[in-house]
């Protein structure tokens, strides 16, 4: 079927609860939990197929420490950044200055699933990739949840969270979409909080420069494929 144009009609979407009614892609192989063998030493993150998800609000300064630190490891790999791949869409786009709406959440899972199947593509090709995203631990739509579903259990979820100085700080130097209010950013950092209390691994790093948050990102990833967090 196509609409006047020549332009083919977008499938109705599956009632799954996780679509945007938009075009699904394949599912590929998700990426399965980690497995360390008991008394086992801890691996060595440098040489290790892995997928990372970094968690932050706005300002925590995630796309700069996941590109850091996907530029630097010995083997290969790539950074995914959500808030890129969201602003693929130009006309039309969800702007986030304008709240959170149907058509936002809409383009956010859309983002979230392509992400997914980037990361998905990159291992199965021999490429690590960490992505970065500000996931809400109270939002089940922003959430961890869809997360594991498109990248699978073995994703290994960080969270980066400065204090609020700083991320007001670091929003007030940016530009464009990318730059929101101090309300909106107070707001954000106060429901990152909930991280607290998770186990997930928590990284503060609001007195340290990006050579160093970036080593304690291996080390939070060690830990985690040591001891791999039940989320």
């Given at each position: ?9 977008p ?5 799954d609860?996780g ?5 699904q892609l394949p ?8 497995a ?8 060595d993150i440098?040489?290790?197929g892995?997928?990372v998800?970094l968690?932050g609000p ?7 420490v ?6 630097r490891?010995?083997v ?18 969800a702007?986030p200055?304008?709240?959170w709406?149907?058509?936002s959440?809409a ?21 690590s990739?960490?992505l970065?995203?500000a996931?809400f ?7 961890l ?6 990248v699978?259990?073995g994703?290994?979820?960080i969270?980066?969270?400065?204090g609020?100085?700083i991320?007001?700080e ?11 209010s ?5 707001t ?12 997930l691994p928590?990284i503060?790093?609001?007195r340290?420069?990006v050579a160093?948050?970036?080593r304690?990102l291996?080390?939070a990833v060690a ?7 039940q989320w």
């Open positions: 079927m196509q609409q006047p144009g020549g332009m083919p009609v499938p109705p979407a599956p009632p609860g679509t945007t009614g938009y075009v599912p590929g192989a998700m990426v399965p939990a980690p360390p063998a008991a008394g086992a030493a801890p691996p440098s040489h290790v892995i997928a998800l968690i706005a300002g925590a300064g995630k796309t700069t996941a590109r850091y630190w996907a530029e490891r010995p290969p790999t790539a950074h995914i950044s959500l808030d890129d791949v969201r602003e693929w869409v130009r006309s039309g786009f702007d200055r304008s709240g709406d149907d058509r959440e383009q956010y899972r859309l983002a979230r699933r392509t992400c997914g199947f980037a990361a998905r593509n990159f291992l199965a090709n021999g490429i990739c960490i970065d995203d996931v631990p109270d939002r089940p739509a922003v959430g949840g869809g997360w594991k579903r498109h699978g259990p994703l290994i979820p969270v980066l969270l400065p609020l100085d991320v007001l670091r929003n007030a130097a940016r530009t464009g979409t990318r730059r929101l101090d309300e909106e950013v107070a954000i950092h106060g429901r990152m909080a909930g991280w607290y209390g998770s186990g928590i503060d790093n609001s340290h420069d160093t948050t970036a304690m291996d080390d830990r985690s494929l040591s001891t791999p967090p």
